[in-house]
């Protein structure tokens, strides 16, 4: 058991790692295509990356059927409504004010997982590592790029952001709750690849999408990495969810450390980037909370040091 607890760990930490490259290749591809056409794309490449990977046709199919219902509402969840308000949220906030934002999905997992499942709890363990998570957060954006709200459009770019992350926690709960019984790699794929058609069809309805693309090498590149960075996180992420042991709102602290692991990679690849002390300050923070609550509270926790639920638990 303590083998796959740390298996675990290990597989959360590289997921949310490879997560953490999405931010700085998205916005290379979006110089060259609008959001939801390039989203649309990024995912529809993904799902026929894992298809090879799956099952035969015939039980894929029945393994649709038989989940119909966990199938719809993750590729709706996931894929349509999160990644729509994501892009158009992220395009109408600040830098640094969507990062926090965004970053309090793990919050927001707590709350969504409290509320749709009976055996998650707020401990005090839990409670103190989403606070210092989210002191985290705002050091390390605040660091980088600091905070400011303008335009009264922001406003509705915020509204967005957090209903992307209430939509993709709901999406995590139900994986989670429901998915016992299905293969993950073909519920990834096919909510990636359904959703990304979707997208696809959808983004020449509502954006000005160029009717001859000449895209150069770069943004080719930049999709293929995001395609296969798709398939591998979300595949790899649903076997974590399905696992006995895993309690969703655990597992999403883990995402905590998607804006350390970005901000690294913003001060190797990016010029002008350099690393500062207030966003050094948010990664330690960060690290410390995770390790203290996975390396000596979090599952060890006695019940007895739990908070009362409260009327939410009848």
């Not at 390039?38 to 035969?56: D, E, K, N, Q, Y």
């Not at 992307?164 to 293969?183: C, E, P, Q, Y």
Request: glycine fraction near 8%; hydrophobic fraction near 50%; charged fraction near 15%.
């Amino acid at each position: 058991m303590k083998d796959q607890h740390y298996n675990t760990i290990f597989w959360a930490i590289v997921t949310c790692l490879l997560w953490s490259t999405a931010y700085p290749f998205i916005k290379i591809g979006l110089q060259y295509s609008t959001p939801i056409h390039f989203a649309g794309t990024r995912f529809i490449l993904s799902g026929l990356m894992i298809l090879p990977f799956t099952v035969r046709p015939r039980e894929y199919v029945k393994m649709i059927l038989e989940n119909k219902n966990l199938a719809f509402w993750v590729t709706i969840l996931q894929t349509l409504i999160n990644y729509i308000l994501f892009y158009i949220g992220m395009d109408k906030v600040p830098g640094a004010l969507g990062a926090v934002i965004v970053g309090a999905q793990p919050f927001v997992t707590a709350i969504v997982s409290r509320i749709m499942i009976k055996d998650e709890r707020f401990t005090r363990a839990k409670v103190l590592t989403i606070l210092c998570g989210l002191a985290g957060i705002v050091l390390v954006s605040a660091g980088r790029q600091g905070f400011h709200l303008g335009m009264p459009g922001e406003v509705a770019g915020i509204i967005m952001i957090f209903l992307a992350n209430i939509s993709t926690a709901t999406s995590n709960v139900l994986v989670s709750r429901d998915g016992k019984r299905m293969n993950p790699l073909v519920l990834s794929s096919f909510s990636l690849l359904v959703g990304g058609f979707l997208m696809f069809m959808l983004s020449f309805a509502v954006e000005d999408v160029p009717s001859k693309p000449d895209f150069p090498v770069k943004y080719w590149l930049v999709l293929g990495w995001l395609a296969f960075m798709s398939a591998f996180t979300f595949s790899k992420w649903y076997v974590l969810l399905k696992r006995p042991e895993v309690k969703v709102s655990e597992l999403n602290l883990w995402k905590f450390i998607i804006p350390v692991f970005g901000a690294i990679l913003s001060w190797m690849i990016v010029p002008g980037e350099h690393a500062d002390w207030v966003t050094v300050s948010g990664m330690v923070i960060i690290s410390i909370s995770l390790i203290w609550f996975f390396g000596f509270t979090g599952r060890r926790e006695r019940p007895d040091e739990r908070i009362p639920a409260g009327p939410i638990a009848k």
